[in-house]
């Protein structure tokens, strides 16, 4: 069974720092790994997704993450946060090979202040 | 074009109403998906269809009723629902629901409050 640990339900950062959000996944097959975004009362709109390419995998709005299978980890960067990166983020996960049911994290939201 | 198109975008309704939620999308995609979202939780999976076919129903109460008319095209019945069903809804799709690789378009949701 796959699942997803994102750590930390609220991240702070100022303006200009640096975003790190936490992913950690669990899967028995080689997964497929995505982050998504959700701005308030709007749906969920795809940052990147790592299928087994590149590890470093780069995204929209400047995000990027890694694909660590040692570490288990997909954790989604930005070198420099804008106030309109405030969001809600999910990880999610799918499976290879069979059922294809996107697994989502509990979401972490990001707050940034000036 | 890669949206996902859903509407209404608020919809308010007592316990005794029908009414429905539409979703369209026009990229090809085979696979088209109904998702629930509680405040401050990750949406939760109710419904797949591929190929216009419902493959998947995670154990979703009767009150809730999809349909897929044709592959561009999802809808989702609602009838005599509780409050607790208030939520946002989500429609997505995906080329593929076999092909674990590829990803979700999401709609912008509706938000259903019932009264």
Same mark, same amino acid.
């Given at each position: 069974?796959?699942?997803? *640990?994102?750590?930390?339900?609220?991240?702070?950062?100022?303006?200009?720092?640096?975003?790190?959000?936490?992913?950690?996944?669990?899967?028995?097959?080689?997964?497929?790994?995505?982050?998504?975004?959700?701005?308030?009362?709007?749906? $969920?709109? $795809?940052?990147?997704?790592?299928?087994?390419?590149?590890?470093?995998?780069?995204?929209?709005?400047?995000?990027?993450?890694?694909?660590? %299978?040692?570490? *288990?980890?997909?954790?989604?960067? %930005?070198?420099?946060?804008?106030?309109?990166?405030?969001?809600?983020?999910?990880?999610?996960?799918?499976a290879?090979?069979g059922y294809n049911k996107?697994?989502?994290?509990?979401?972490?939201? $990001?707050?940034?202040?000036? | 074009?890669?949206? &996902?198109?859903?509407?209404?975008?608020?919809?308010?309704?007592?316990?005794?109403?029908?009414?429905?939620?539409?979703?369209?999308? +026009?990229?090809? +995609?085979?696979?088209? =998906?109904? =998702? /629930?979202? /509680?405040? /401050? /939780?990750?949406?939760?999976?109710?419904?797949?269809?591929?190929?216009?076919?419902?493959?998947?129903?995670?154990?979703?109460?009767?009150?809730?009723?999809?349909?897929?008319?044709?592959?561009?095209?999802?809808?989702?019945?609602?009838?005599?629902?509780?409050?607790?069903?208030?939520?946002?809804?989500?429609?997505?799709?995906?080329?593929?629901? &076999?092909?674990?690789?590829?990803?979700?378009?999401?709609?912008?949701?509706?938000?259903?409050?019932?009264?």
């Amino acid at each position: 069974a796959q699942s997803v *640990t994102q750590l930390g339900s609220h991240v702070s950062v100022s303006e200009g720092a640096l975003v790190l959000l936490r992913c950690n996944y669990s899967s028995s097959v080689p997964p497929y790994l995505f982050w998504y975004v959700q701005y308030p009362n709007q749906g $969920l709109q $795809l940052l990147l997704k790592y299928t087994s390419a590149a590890t470093l995998v780069k995204g929209i709005n400047g995000f990027e993450a890694e694909f660590k %299978k040692s570490e *288990t980890s997909f954790h989604l960067t %930005k070198p420099s946060a804008h106030m309109s990166d405030a969001a809600e983020y999910f990880c999610a996960v799918k499976a290879s090979g069979g059922y294809n049911k996107l697994i989502f994290g509990a979401g972490t939201r $990001l707050a940034v202040h000036p | 074009d890669t949206e &996902v198109t859903q509407t209404p975008k608020h919809l308010v309704m007592g316990m005794t109403n029908k009414k429905s939620l539409k979703c369209e999308q +026009h990229m090809g +995609h085979r696979a088209m =998906y109904w =998702y /629930k979202q /509680k405040a /401050k /939780k990750p949406p939760e999976l109710m419904f797949v269809y591929s190929y216009e076919k419902l493959s998947i129903n995670e154990s979703v109460p009767s009150r809730f009723s999809p349909e897929c008319p044709n592959s561009s095209l999802l809808n989702l019945h609602l009838h005599a629902l509780q409050p607790e069903d208030s939520a946002l809804y989500l429609c997505a799709s995906s080329q593929s629901f &076999v092909e674990a690789r590829t990803e979700a378009f999401f709609g912008q949701g509706t938000r259903l409050t019932v009264v």
